[in-house]
C-alpha cells in the first residue's frame, strides 16, 4: 500500500475553506484541538475517496499584514501542513471577486513551488459563472467553479482531485504471494547454520537453489507447508558459508564485517539468533544494532533452548514452578537487555530438536505483513499530542522542542516526517520515548522507526 495522498484546502478567511472541507469529507472528522506544543489550526478528515484532507483554517493571513509578518506566517503549522500536501486546494471567493490576499497567497503557493488546484467558490447560481473570470489573472493553468453551499461543480472537482491524486492504494494481495527474504544473523556458534540446516532438511520443505546474489552467501528458495497446509514462502540468506572461518571470527570485527551487513541488507526480516545458555551478551546487542541502524525489522530468536531447558530440569533447586514460568523469567530478562529496541517477538527454539520451528517462521510472516501498514495521519498526529502532553519535551534555554504536524512518508523501515520547530531540539531521550510510545499504539511489532525533520535548521554545528 502507498502513502494516502493528502490535500491541503487554503485560502483566506471566509472563503468558504470549511464548508468545501466538509462536502469533500467522510464521516471521519477528526478535529485536531488547539494544544500547547502541538498542531494548531489544521482540522483534518478522510475523504470519500480516502484521501487525507487538512483544512487550514485562515492561513493565518489578515489584510492589515505587513509583508515581514506574511513571511513569517510562513512559518505556521499550516505552511508545514502546505508542504506536506500532495495536492493544495487553493480557494477564493467568486462573490467578493479577487482580493488582494487572495495574491499574496497564490504568490506564497508560488514560492513555495506548489501548482495548487484553483477553486472559486460561492457561484451559486448559472448566471454567476462569469464572475469567476477574472481569477485567470492568478495565472494557474485551470479553475473551478463550485459552490460548496449547495454542491453545483462539487463533482466534477471530485473527478478532478481523483484524476490529479489517482486511486487510494489498498493493500496488494500479490504481496502475499511474494517470498520473506530472511537470514538468520548473530555471533559465531549460537546455531545459524543449524537452523539454516534444520530449515532446508524439514520434510515439509521444498528447496530449490538460486544463484547467490553475493559469493559469500547462498540463496535458496523455501516453500514451507505449515501444520494447517498453507504454503509460506521465504527467501533465505544463508550465511552457512561462515562456519570454515570460525577461528577468526570471535572479534567483534566479525560482527560488523561486511557479510553480515550485506546480508541484513537483503532481507526483510532479520532473524537475530542468541544461544540460550549465554543470554544477552554485548555482542548480541551490537548485532541488534545493526539490524535497527540498517532500518530491517526483526525477530529475536533464543537458539538450543533444549539445553537450558535440561539445565533447568536437572537443578531442582532453580526456584522456578515449572518451564514456562522458567521461559517467562528468562524472556523478561532478555527483554530488559534489550531495551534499546523496538517491540519484537521473541522465539525460544532448537535447532537440534526442531522446536518451534514452525513458530518461529510464523513470527518471520507477522512482522513481515505488519510492515507495508500506514499509520493514519490523524490517529499519529493524535498519539503523538498525547504523548507531549502527557511528558513534554525539555526545555532548552527556555525554548522547548514542538511538533506542529506528523505524517508517515514510508515504510520499510517506517518514516514518519516530523514537522517540528528546531531539527536541533529533539534529543535522543526523546526520539526513543515517541518511538516506543508509536510502536505500542500501532503494534508495529519488530519494525525500526525512522523519524525525518522538517522545521529550522540548525545555525551552528551540532556536537554529538
Ligand atoms: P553458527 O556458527 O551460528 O552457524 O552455529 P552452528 O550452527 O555451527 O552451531 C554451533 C554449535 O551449536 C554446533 O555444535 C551445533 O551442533 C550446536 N547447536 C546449534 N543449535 C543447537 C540447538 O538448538 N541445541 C543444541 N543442543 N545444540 C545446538
Given at each position: 500500500?502507498?502513502?494516502?495522498?493528502?490535500?491541503?484546502?487554503?485560502?483566506?478567511?471566509?472563503?468558504?475553506?470549511?464548508?468545501?472541507?466538509?462536502?469533500?469529507?467522510?464521516?471521519?472528522?477528526?478535529?485536531?484541538?488547539?494544544?500547547?506544543?502541538?498542531?494548531?489550526?489544521?482540522?483534518?478528515?478522510?475523504?470519500?475517496?480516502?484521501?487525507?484532507?487538512?483544512?487550514?483554517?485562515?492561513?493565518?493571513?489578515?489584510?492589515?499584514?505587513?509583508?515581514?509578518?506574511?513571511?513569517?506566517?510562513?512559518?505556521?503549522?499550516?505552511?508545514?501542513?502546505?508542504?506536506?500536501?500532495?495536492?493544495?486546494?487553493?480557494?477564493?471567493?467568486?462573490?467578493?471577486?479577487?482580493?488582494?490576499?487572495?495574491?499574496?497567497?497564490?504568490?506564497?503557493?508560488?514560492?513555495?513551488?506548489?501548482?495548487?488546484?484553483?477553486?472559486?467558490?460561492?457561484?451559486?447560481?448559472?448566471?454567476?459563472?462569469?464572475?469567476?473570470?477574472?481569477?485567470?489573472?492568478?495565472?494557474?493553468?485551470?479553475?473551478?467553479?463550485?459552490?460548496?453551499?449547495?454542491?453545483?461543480?462539487?463533482?466534477?472537482?471530485?473527478?478532478?482531485?481523483?484524476?490529479?491524486?489517482?486511486?487510494?492504494?489498498?493493500?496488494?494481495?500479490?504481496?502475499?504471494?511474494?517470498?520473506?527474504?530472511?537470514?538468520?544473523?548473530?555471533?559465531?556458534?549460537?546455531?545459524?547454520?543449524?537452523?539454516?540446516?534444520?530449515?532446508?532438511?524439514?520434510?515439509?520443505?521444498?528447496?530449490?537453489?538460486?544463484?547467490?546474489?553475493?559469493?559469500?552467501?547462498?540463496?535458496?528458495?523455501?516453500?514451507?507447508?505449515?501444520?494447517?497446509?498453507?504454503?509460506?514462502?521465504?527467501?533465505?540468506?544463508?550465511?552457512?558459508?561462515?562456519?570454515?572461518?570460525?577461528?577468526?571470527?570471535?572479534?567483534?570485527?566479525?560482527?560488523?564485517?561486511?557479510?553480515?551487513?550485506?546480508?541484513i541488507?537483503?532481507?526483510?526480516?532479520a532473524?537475530l539468533?542468541?544461544?540460550?545458555?549465554?543470554?544477552?551478551?554485548?555482542?548480541?546487542k551490537a548485532m541488534a544494532g545493526l539490524i535497527v541502524d540498517a532500518g530491517k525489522a526483526f525477530?529475536?530468536?533464543?537458539?538450543?533452548?533444549?539445553?537450558?531447558?535440561?539445565?533447568?530440569?536437572?537443578?531442582?533447586?532453580?526456584?522456578?514452578?515449572?518451564?514456562?514460568?522458567?521461559?517467562?523469567?528468562?524472556?523478561?530478562?532478555?527483554?530488559?537487555?534489550l531495551?534499546v529496541l523496538p517491540?519484537f517477538?521473541?522465539?525460544?527454539?532448537?535447532?537440534?530438536?526442531?522446536?518451534?520451528?514452525?513458530?518461529?517462521?510464523?513470527?518471520?510472516?507477522?512482522?513481515?505483513?505488519?510492515?507495508?501498514?500506514?499509520?493514519?495521519?490523524?490517529?499519529?498526529?493524535?498519539?503523538?499530542?498525547?504523548?507531549?502532553?502527557?511528558?513534554?519535551?525539555?526545555?532548552?534555554?527556555?525554548?522547548?522542542?514542538?511538533?506542529?504536524?506528523?505524517?508517515?512518508?514510508?515504510?520499510?523501515p517506517?518514516?514518519?516526517?516530523?514537522?517540528?520547530?528546531?531539527?536541533?531540539?529533539?534529543?535522543?531521550?526523546?526520539?526513543r520515548?515517541?518511538t516506543?510510545?508509536?510502536?505500542?499504539?500501532?503494534?508495529?511489532?519488530g519494525a525500526p522507526l525512522r523519524?525525518?525533520?522538517?522545521?529550522?535548521?540548525?545555525?551552528?554545528?551540532?556536537?554529538?
Amino acid at each position: 500500500m502507498g502513502p494516502v495522498p493528502s490535500i491541503a484546502i487554503v485560502g483566506r478567511p471566509n472563503v468558504g475553506k470549511s464548508r468545501l472541507f466538509n462536502r469533500l469529507a467522510g464521516h471521519r472528522i477528526s478535529i485536531v484541538h488547539d494544544r500547547p506544543g502541538v498542531t494548531r489550526d489544521v482540522v483534518t478528515a478522510e475523504s470519500a475517496d480516502g484521501y487525507m484532507l487538512m483544512d487550514t483554517g485562515g492561513l493565518g493571513l489578515r489584510e492589515s499584514m505587513t509583508p515581514v509578518e506574511i513571511q513569517d506566517a510562513a512559518e505556521t503549522p499550516v505552511a508545514f501542513a502546505m508542504e506536506a500536501a500532495d495536492l493544495i486546494l487553493f480557494v477564493c471567493d467568486g462573490r467578493d471577486g479577487l482580493a488582494p490576499l487572495d495574491e499574496m497567497v497564490a504568490d506564497k503557493l508560488r514560492r513555495l513551488g506548489k501548482k495548487p488546484l484553483l477553486i472559486v467558490n460561492k457561484i451559486d447560481f448559472a448566471d454567476q459563472v462569469g464572475r469567476a473570470d477574472e481569477f485567470a489573472k492568478l495565472g494557474f493553468e485551470d479553475f473551478h467553479r463550485v459552490s460548496a453551499e449547495h454542491g453545483f461543480g462539487v463533482d466534477d472537482l471530485v473527478e478532478e482531485i481523483r484524476k490529479r491524486l489517482g486511486p487510494v492504494e489498498n493493500e496488494s494481495p500479490a504481496s502475499e504471494e511474494r517470498p520473506i527474504r530472511m537470514a538468520f544473523v548473530g555471533r559465531p556458534n549460537v546455531g545459524k547454520s543449524s537452523l539454516c540446516n534444520r530449515l532446508l532438511d524439514a520434510e515439509r520443505l521444498i528447496v530449490s537453489e538460486i544463484p547467490g546474489t553475493t559469493r559469500e552467501t547462498t540463496t535458496r528458495e523455501l516453500d514451507y507447508k505449515s501444520k494447517d497446509g498453507q504454503s509460506w514462502r521465504f527467501r533465505l540468506f544463508d550465511t552457512a558459508g561462515l562456519r570454515r572461518r570460525k577461528k577468526i571470527a570471535d572479534s567483534l570485527e566479525y560482527f560488523s564485517s561486511l557479510r553480515t551487513e550485506e546480508a541484513i541488507k537483503q532481507t526483510d526480516v532479520a532473524l537475530l539468533v542468541l544461544d540460550a545458555r549465554e543470554g544477552v551478551t554485548k555482542q548480541d546487542k551490537a548485532m541488534a544494532g545493526l539490524i535497527v541502524d540498517a532500518g530491517k525489522a526483526f525477530v529475536v530468536v533464543i537458539n538450543k533452548w533444549d539445553v537450558a531447558v535440561d539445565g533447568f530440569r536437572r537443578d531442582p533447586l532453580s526456584g522456578y514452578k515449572d518451564e514456562n514460568h522458567f521461559r517467562s523469567e528468562y524472556e523478561k530478562a532478555a527483554r530488559k537487555e534489550l531495551f534499546v529496541l523496538p517491540r519484537f517477538p521473541m522465539l525460544f527454539v532448537s535447532a537440534k530438536t526442531g522446536l518451534a520451528i514452525e513458530e518461529m517462521l510464523s513470527a518471520v510472516r507477522r512482522v513481515d505483513k505488519g510492515l507495508d501498514r500506514f499509520l493514519p495521519t490523524p490517529d499519529l498526529n493524535r498519539t503523538i499530542i498525547n504523548m507531549m502532553e502527557s511528558r513534554p519535551p525539555a526545555a532548552r534555554k527556555g525554548k522547548r522542542f514542538k511538533i506542529f504536524y506528523a505524517v508517515q512518508t514510508n515504510t520499510r523501515p517506517f518514516t514518519i516526517r516530523l514537522f517540528c520547530n528546531r531539527v536541533d531540539r529533539l534529543e535522543d531521550v526523546y526520539q526513543r520515548y515517541l518511538t516506543n510510545g508509536l510502536t505500542t499504539r500501532f503494534d508495529l511489532l519488530g519494525a525500526p522507526l525512522r523519524f525525518t525533520l522538517t522545521g529550522k535548521e540548525v545555525r551552528y554545528a551540532k556536537k554529538n
